[in-house]
């Protein structure tokens, strides 16, 4: 027997106070981008272990979110949301105070596992809070524009605070924020559960986290290690192995993680597909523009900031409207119109990176993606809450946010990868067009990455070519675009790919209705 909800007449304070987890631990999937370039400089790393600043949070995240959907189904949605919301200022202590680039990517994990644990209470509480579909609908309006707010608001806020206090503040910042998360949270969400007398699919848990983790993982050190070496192969077929045992398992679990029953259904099976596009696509916008922006364009974080702005705003009314829309009209329609601005707004994008940047257009074209994208995010997440049965709400809010994670993270890795071997191979070709020894070479590919001279770099040898890696250097500035350029487009098709297929399997569905 569930216990009924605690507090039914305080769903404002509820959901006021949910969102503020929510802010929380999305708005640190985006808010280090704009501090990636003063961490790369102080902490002196690559691309490669950049990435997995951000990659660390969101794929634990990712990997660990169905456990604490299923979790709080059944022990409390609310308990485990304050312990994550624990373990989540935790890990800002140790980021705030990391002294090294592995101590700052552990901390990230840290935070990731509190999120995984917190985050998917959200949603959940919200469909107890707020039984009837179309007020439901509503609500997730505001969760959905709250959440795209904090993934759009982490550049300009993460830039202000970097501007202001330093990349140490953003992590500072977290806690505060995580902290009267924690205090709203204890007051006024109320509390539900779903117990089983079926025991816990730790097995499901462990191979759903280990899927996700080493295919990342594979994805991201690929570039430097080879994608045909056996390591990296062997990577990947640990994680296919593992995504193969967990369906086994699944198929079979009493209480599983993932009923696979839900995600046959139409309406739950596109809406996953376009979560995993269109948060695939943004990291293309929120982590590689806004890194081109700093490392190749000089720009600071003040005017990084003031670039991603209209994006934040314009993600807010996108979300909000389509809270609206959704009540009234249900979700198919506004998904697929969703994912449609979203990709043209990022090809808009990148048309206005490929000449001469001029800040206002830019943030228009960005605007316009961050719209598409607020649309699209209300009922992709109304589709899947709807679909699946009350007493299950923690696991729906846990596959909805994986796919998103686990979105955000390839997105991360792949496009990681075809920027920086783009970046490398555009820069050793015009490194052999101005006569640099081959033997020179990976020094001088490091010093463009890092922004710096590798330490221990015996820079003697290069000084009869000075000039003439200065030239190579500046030509780094190219080789980047060609690959945020390759990056944008790949993830502008993904997204069209998804809408067509949300389009064609409502229309198969109905027809097999009908």
Not at 166 to 184: H, Q, Y
Not at 198 to 227: Q, S
């Amino acid at each position: 027997m569930a216990k009924a909800p605690g507090a039914p007449g305080r769903p404002g304070i509820a959901l006021s106070a949910v969102v503020i987890v929510v802010f929380v631990t999305f708005l640190d999937t985006t808010v280090v981008s704009v501090a990636l370039g003063d961490i790369r400089s102080e902490l002196s790393t690559d691309v490669t272990l950049l990435q997995w600043v951000v990659n660390s949070y969101t794929v634990v995240f990712a990997g660990l979110m169905l456990a604490g959907g299923s979790l709080g189904d059944r022990y409390g949605r609310k308990k485990v949301m304050i312990i994550g919301l624990v373990i989540f200022c935790v890990g800002s202590v140790v980021c705030a105070a990391a002294s090294s680039v592995a101590m700052l990517i552990a901390g990230r994990a840290i935070m990731g596992l509190g999120a995984a644990a917190s985050e998917p209470g959200t949603l959940s509480v919200l469909r107890h809070v707020f039984p009837d579909g179309r007020t439901r609908a509503k609500a997730i309006g505001v969760w959905a524009a709250v959440s795209g707010l904090a993934l759009a608001a982490g550049p300009v806020l993460g830039g202000v605070l970097v501007h202001a206090y330093g990349w140490r503040s953003i992590f500072w910042f977290n806690l505060i924020v995580a902290g009267v998360a924690l205090v709203a949270a204890l007051w006024s969400v109320p509390e539900s559960s779903d117990p089983s007398e079926a025991p816990v699919d730790w097995a499901g848990a462990l191979l759903a986290a280990t899927a996700f983790g080493t295919v990342i993982y594979a994805a991201t050190v690929g570039p430097d290690w080879g994608y045909t070496s056996p390591s990296v192969l062997a990577l990947f077929a640990l994680g296919g192995l593992a995504f193969a045992g967990f369906i086994v398992v699944e198929r079979r679990a009493r209480a599983p993680m993932l009923d696979l029953h839900y995600v046959r259904l139409p309406a739950v099976r596109s809406a996953l597909v376009v979560a995993f596009a269109v948060y695939f696509g943004i990291f293309s916008i929120f982590f590689f523009t806004a890194l081109y922006l700093q490392v190749m364009q000089g720009y600071s974080g003040a005017r990084t900031a003031t670039v991603f702005a209209p994006m934040a705003a314009a993600i807010v009314v996108g979300s909000l409207a389509a809270g609206y829309w959704v009540a009234r009209r249900g979700a198919r329609v506004p998904m697929i119109l969703g994912c449609v601005l979203g990709a043209g707004g990022i090809l808009l994008t990148r048309y206005e990176l490929a000449g001469e940047l001029h800040d206002p257009t830019l943030s228009a074209a960005m605007a316009v993606a961050g719209f598409g994208f607020g649309i699209a995010v209300v009922p992709l997440t109304s589709a899947v809450m709807s679909g699946v049965p009350a007493q299950h709400s923690g696991m729906a809010a846990a596959v909805t946010n994986t796919m998103r994670q686990v979105g955000s993270a390839f997105g991360v890795a792949i496009l990681g990868a075809l920027v920086s071997a783009f970046l490398s191979a555009d820069l050793k070709a015009r490194m052999d067009e101005v006569g640099l020894p081959t033997t020179l070479q990976p020094d001088a590919i490091q010093a463009v990455e890092r922004g710096r001279i590798p330490e221990g770099t015996n820079i003697t040898p290069y000084l009869q070519y000075l000039s003439k890696v200065n030239e190579a250097i500046e030509a780094g500035k190219v080789a980047f675009h060609h690959g945020l350029d390759v990056a944008l487009l790949v993830s502008a098709c993904l997204i069209l790919a998804a809408a067509a297929y949300t389009a064609l399997d409502s229309a198969r569905h109905r027809a097999a209705v009908t």
